[in-house]
């Protein structure tokens, strides 16, 4: 083919929208204007509705389960039981231990028993009121370290109590030092709290497998599970993802996927199932509350000698992901600090609470807790500053962690701390005026002033990024670039889930940088290709990002090796704004031109570097692939009368490696540190013997924008040599800081010592 | 399940006769919430949202009468100025949208011991007007509140309208929210300060089965108050009114606090607010 003539000589329109841009995402205003599809709003002709019966005990004997009033209804197509799982009884994301439905017993308050189809949903729920159940109600098992220790407690599993033991011992197991703290703490059980109920689509297919159209973290592990409990091969059971609306983990285990999918192969149509507001409070795991015992020891100077801890994290009645949780709990335990000895314990447990499994920091949550509560302690007991006490200790690139593992690329703990620190305070309140909305209280007016005082407080967090423990984490994308009406389009497929936090437009970005094209559409998510692993531990851009940008690497190997046979030329060439471009001659031929009819489509599983299995013992190994850093400085008013807090301020610093979308960026920082908010000051599931008692967004509170201060955000780009693009995850390290920022401000103003969070307006004012 | 709407007042009141079980809806900010979470499955609805009149109020005598249909937010904006305990109380009742749909007479009729109206109407002396096609009676607030959502209405009745005088004095609510909007009351206080009268005015909700006015105190300050030559208030008589407020709540523990704090919270409130009040009635 010899050059063509229609090439034009330089590049006329730079591409826009690529990696390090902001391009607006495509689901922004849709969202924003209610016209978004959510995975609730699906409809297809002639489905049915399902609903689900579940248990209003934490722990019983089921004796028996009488459906024959349920099956009198009319309108009823399908009552099934655990009699009627075509496949494997049990599921679970590391140990297969939770029953499809229950099977003679109970282990916690909202345990699926049996569902329903029915053609409305109003039928199908009164048709679940009609199944008669007849238990023997028995003892519940609540407390997570009598369900570790004590000798008394039911075994609520084979094997016991324990989901994992992990200790970490590192350096002088005996070693002292001339100043300990002490100190124990407790986190509630947190919600996720995503604004879109649990819900999903299942449509029997033709060959006998299932079509399931789904909100999910991860489409292949439901596939895996779904499949096994359906008794089906994975390549009959195809998911779709839905309209995801939210996450923060509490996807990650499976919900109705396998209940709709046995009621629409049972009767032959579509089935839908949408949880309420309440039924989602039972649907989905939660944060694992906490109990952790710490000892610092330190020289008078305040230099770290030695971390002891015992850490308890409830995992309720399932394991779902517990183990991995009880792995960063105990690796994270002593934070971003360089601490030469250490010795930690730390039990994830079995009880009759409800299931605690992955949500946003995930083991890291808890400990900053702790941990960043010893230190401050630790700067009150030597007189030394805050910030002071944490930069004399602050790990960097070389340190060891408690594992051994050494930190081998940047990690900015003293700088991102010393950024924080010098960022401009907010004026304090002015004494001859009122805002009610800036008072603690707010529009409530419970204070013109009176009883505020104001507290300044710091928090940093360490997350580990990406699946650790030698997890063979991988993703899959598949890229095709062709030429559609005269321009080089590229489409992108993955399986990975976007669920709010904007991957697809990151996905886009990477595909115009590699490629050097302006359009590019994203497919589906769908187990069409390969798995794109979960949406969670800030990984998706790290590891689908790395997939897009290899397969892209490779789709343009292709396009230039096609440029250099059909333009018979030699040497470098890349690929910019739609053309073929060479260093020495300039631009060569329109991408248009080189391809022609053709389409190029390559598939890659990308990986990240390995990582290895911890020793059972000792807690020692290269377990995690990278470490992410945020600091947050938290400005609290408390009114000490009433015990009500107003964060007036919560500025940030993270270093990301590289802001693939510097928007997306910073909106991940702003909602994980509104999370963490949350945390410090009003979210908890209430749990009393073993029972939720405020299932609903009327007493399960979540920060306004009235309780969400404007942020500071500083982002710093240090390139971590490991990733693409030198990319550090983002989603999960301002969830870490920001609560124990909050809770030691709190602690500023007010004087006490708050050991547990959220903190409630009766910690406050001594009335609990 | 039946639903009516009726286009008129005396429609309206023939069906509640006739269905005496029918439930009235409005603004639906409470029975919606409850339809959806399921807790509650009326035999019929008895939507009032068609009836204009209930929109409306009107100026009588020294006072008002204020249809059970008006919105949080028009009280907000129209009555503001002559009913400033009520509008503090509307402005803390959930979002901009609810206040936008919700209405008084919905707090009265679920009669929720949280409801945010109770505390200023028990403080201003209101009276509640219901009529059923029997005729019409005016029942007094502190009258209204029977029981943890029960009021003193008779099964075919309605709420057309309540009756509240203007303020003649300062007014204040305060109430506890564990986040800064959008949240049921822990606990709130409602204070009314009557000059021409000489006397006091309170409401606590959410401190007891049912919103209710604490008397003593009510009582006590009217006699402390130095009204023709008014000085600074002296701390005790501070102190006073409020142990007087929280002992007039008996407050239970649940989800959303503990019945100490509530005692406590009271007794903060009722300082504060006595403090703004008669700050305010110093300086005028």
Redesign the interface.
């Known amino acids: 083919m010899s050059r063509p003539t229609s090439a034009p000589d330089r590049i006329t329109t730079p591409i826009s929208g690529g990696v390090g841009a902001s391009p607006p995402r495509p689901d922004g205003t849709l969202k924003v204007k209610g016209e978004f599809a959510y995975s609730s709003d699906m409809w297809i002709d002639d489905m049915l509705w399902g609903a689900t019966l579940r248990s209003p005990h934490p722990y019983a004997r089921i004796n028996s389960v009488d459906l024959t009033e349920a099956l009198k209804v009319p309108g009823v197509h399908a009552v099934l039981t655990h009699d009627d799982v075509p496949g494997q009884m049990l599921f679970g994301l590391e140990h297969t231990d939770q029953p499809v439905l229950a099977v003679d017993i109970v282990r916690y308050q909202g345990e699926a028993i049996a569902v329903v189809a029915a053609d409305h949903p109003e039928t199908a729920?009164r048709a679940i009121a009609k199944i008669v159940v007849d238990y023997d109600v028995l003892e519940p098992l609540t407390d997570m370290e009598e369900a570790v220790h004590s000798t008394d407690a039911p075994t609520l599993h084979p094997g016991g109590n324990v989901v994992r033991h992990l200790p970490i011992r590192r350096g002088d197991q005996e070693v002292t030092a001339p100043v300990v703290i002490r100190g124990e703490y407790e986190v509630g059980m947190q919600d996720q709290a995503f604004l879109g109920p649990e819900s999903g689509l299942a449509v029997p297919a033709e060959d006998g497998g299932i079509d399931l159209y789904i909100a999910t973290q991860w489409l292949h592990v439901d596939q895996k599970q779904v499949a096994a409990c359906l008794g089906l091969p994975p390549e009959k059971v195809r998911l779709t993802l839905a309209g995801v609306g939210g996450a923060f983990g509490a996807r990650e285990d499976l919900s109705m996927q396998v209940h709709a999918s046995m009621l629409a192969l049972r009767t032959g149509r579509p089935v839908k199932m949408v949880y309420?507001?309440?039924e989602s409070f039972f649907g989905h795991v939660h944060r694992h509350p906490a109990k952790m015992y710490y000892e610092h020891g330190a020289t008078r100077d305040g230099k770290l000698v030695y971390v002891k801890a015992r850490m308890f994290l409830d995992g309720g009645a399932y394991a779902s992901s517990t183990g991995a949780v009880v792995a960063n709990a105990a690796t994270l335990g002593v934070g971003p600090y360089e601490v030469p000895n250490v010795s930690i314990d730390c039990w994830g447990t079995y009880t009759n609470n409800p299931p605690c499994g992955a949500m946003r920091g995930f083991g890291a949550v808890q400990a900053a807790f702790a941990y960043e509560s010893q230190m401050d302690k630790l700067a009150a007991e030597l007189g030394l500053d805050p910030v002071d006490v944490r930069v004399l200790n602050a790990m960097s690139e070389g340190t060891a962690m408690p594992t051994g593992q050494i930190i081998d690329s940047p990690a900015p703990v003293a700088e991102l701390l010393r950024r924080v620190e010098a960022m401009p305070l907010p004026d304090a309140a002015p004494t001859d005026s009122y805002d009610l909305?800036q008072l603690?209280?707010?529009?409530?007016?419970?204070?013109?002033g009176?009883?505020v005082v104001r507290g300044i407080g710091y928090g940093i967090g360490i997350k580990n990024v990406c699946f650790s423990e030698g997890f063979d984490d991988f993703s899959t994308a598949r890229v095709r670039l062709e030429i559609i009406a005269g321009e080089p389009t590229a489409m992108v497929h993955t399986a990975a889930a976007e669920v709010g936090q904007g991957l697809v437009t990151v996905q886009a970005q990477i595909a115009r940088t590699e490629l050097g094209v302006e359009r590019v559409t994203i497919h589906p998510a769908d187990t069409q290709v390969g798995s794109g692993g979960s949406t969670s531990a800030s990984r998706q851009t790290y590891v689908t990002g790395g997939a897009v940008k290899a397969a892209c690497e490779k789709v343009r190997g292709m396009v230039l090796d096609l440029a250099r046979e059909r333009l018979d030329i030699d040497g470098e060439l890349r690929m910019e704004g739609g053309k073929i471009v060479s260093d020495r001659l300039g631009v060569l031929a329109a991408v248009a031109d080189v391809l022609g009819d053709d389409a190029i489509d390559e598939t890659v599983e990308w990986r990240h570097r390995p990582t290895e299995a911890l020793d059972p013992t000792t807690g020692q190994g290269f377990a995690h692939v990278q470490y992410a850093f945020a600091v947050h400085r938290a400005v609290v008013d408390v009114d000490v009368?009433?015990?009500?807090v107003?964060v007036v301020a919560l500025d940030c610093a993270q270093d990301v490696g590289k802001a693939i979308n510097p928007d997306a960026v910073v909106g991940q920082i702003h909602g994980g540190s509104a999370q963490g908010l949350g945390l410090a000051?009003?979210e908890e599931i209430?749990v009393k013997g073993g029972k939720i008692?405020?299932p609903?967004f009327?007493?399960y509170?979540i920060?306004?924008?009235?309780?969400m201060p404007p942020m500071k955000v500083d982002v710093l780009e240090l390139a971590d040599p490991h990733a693409p693009y030198g990319l550090r995850g983002v989603g999960e390290p301002p969830t870490i800081s920001s609560t124990p920022a909050i809770v030691a401000a709190i602690r500023a103003a007010t004087g006490l010592a708050i050991a547990r969070v959220p903190v409630?307006?009766?910690d406050i004012?001594g009335?609990? | 399940m039946e639903f009516f709407k009726p286009a008129t007042w005396s429609e309206a009141l023939a069906i509640k006769a006739e269905h005496p079980d029918a439930t009235p809806i409005a603004g639906g900010t409470d029975i919606m919430v409850e339809l959806n979470f399921d807790v509650r499955r009326p035999g019929a609805l008895l939507d009032l949202t068609e009836i204009a009149e209930l929109r409306e109020w009107s100026a009588v005598g020294d006072g008002f009468r204020v249809g059970s249909g008006v919105s949080y937010a028009r009280i907000i904006e129209e009555l503001g100025a002559s009913l400033p305990g009520l509008a503090m109380a509307a402005r803390t009742v959930g979002s901009p949208q609810i206040r936008n749909r919700g209405t008084v007479g919905g707090n009265l009729g679920a009669a929720s011991p949280a409801g945010d109206s109770h505390p200023p109407l028990l403080a201003g002396a209101a009276d509640i007007e219901v009529a059923s096609v029997r005729g019409t009676r005016r029942i007094p607030a502190a009258e209204f509140y029977k029981g943890v959502k029960r009021n003193a209405m008779e099964p075919d009745e309605l709420i057309a309208a309540f009756h509240i005088a203007a303020a003649d004095g300062p007014q204040q609510f305060a109430k506890i929210g564990t986040r800064n909007a959008m949240v049921i009351a822990v606990c709130s206080f409602g204070l009314a300060l009557h000059p021409s009268t000489r006397t006091v005015g309170t409401g606590v909700g959410s401190a007891a089965p049912t919103p209710r006015r604490a008397s003593d105190a009510e009582t006590f300050l009217a006699g402390e108050l130095e009204w023709d030559s008014p000085g600074p208030l002296r701390d005790s008589v501070l102190v006073r009114f409020g142990e007087l407020v929280a002992q007039a709540a008996s407050p239970i523990d649940d989800v959303r606090g503990t019945a100490d704090y509530r005692r406590h919270a009271l007794s903060v409130m009722a300082r504060r607010t006595l403090g703004w009040a008669w700050d305010s009635y110093r300086r005028n």
Request: aromatic share 0%; charged share 30%; net charge neutral.
């Open positions: 729920r309420s507001r309440e909305r603690p209280g707010g529009v409530s007016n419970t204070t013109h009176e009883g009368d009433l015990g009500l107003r000051v009003m209430q008692r405020n609903s009327t007493d509170l920060p306004t924008i009235l309780d409630r307006p009766e004012t009335t609990a």
